[in-house]
């Protein structure tokens, strides 16, 4: 019997970063917002994940980033939704407390509404991977208009995409 899981899309990305993870004995953990927890349950899936995976937190709501991210009330007071500035400070927090070689964060709009700024539109998606030499990051907008779990799906691919170009040395500061 075929397995649903990971998701179609995922499946090939997520088997490549695994790949790269266990060849260069290096470590990940993850951040992650409006993906829902995909990301880190994909990476889950793969065989040997005890040998890569440090840990990961679904940071959805503010009262998560507080408890468990480094956030503050003022952090809150003005948050105007998703950029990659936010995701950099949770992959950068929550790196520092798991100790992994890496870690993914993503925050984005799923949908299937939104707002009137870019960063609220549905599709849209800020990444960000931290390391020990800096944290990349990207923002994309996915075009899926307000499929949620589609947008959800393509969030996690590009955080792996992502996480697969800082490892193998293409991504840039």
């Given amino acids: 019997m075929s397995s649903a899981f990971p998701p179609e899309?995922?499946?090939a990305i997520v088997s490549e970063v695994a790949g790269l993870l266990k060849e260069k004995k290096e470590t990940v953990?993850?951040?992650?917002t409006a993906a829902g927890g995909i990301i880190s349950?994909?990476?889950?899936?793969t065989p040997g994940a005890s040998g890569f995976y440090k840990g990961g937190l679904t940071l959805y709501t503010l009262e998560s980033r507080i408890a468990f991210a480094g956030w503050t009330q003022e952090s809150i007071k003005d948050y105007k939704g998703p950029?990659?500035?936010i995701v950099a400070g949770l992959a950068s927090n929550v790196r520092a407390k798991l100790g992994s070689t890496y870690t993914i964060s993503e925050s984005g709009t799923a949908g299937p509404t939104g707002?009137?700024?870019?960063?609220?539109?549905?599709?849209?998606v800020a990444l960000a991977v931290a390391t020990e030499s800096g944290v990349y990051k990207r923002e994309l907008s996915m075009g899926l208009g307000g499929d949620r779990e589609a947008n959800m799906i393509q969030f996690a691919v590009e955080a792996l995409g992502l996480l697969?170009?800082?490892?193998?040395?293409?991504?840039k500061l």
């Fill in 29 to 32: 953990s993850v951040a992650e």
């Fill in 164 to 171: 697969r170009d800082v490892i193998k040395g293409d991504a």
């Fill in 9 to 11: 899309k995922v499946r």
């Fill in 115 to 124: 707002g009137i700024t870019p960063n609220r539109t549905p599709g849209y």
């Fill in 83 to 85: 950029t990659t500035e």
């Fill in 41 to 45: 349950a994909s990476l889950l899936s």
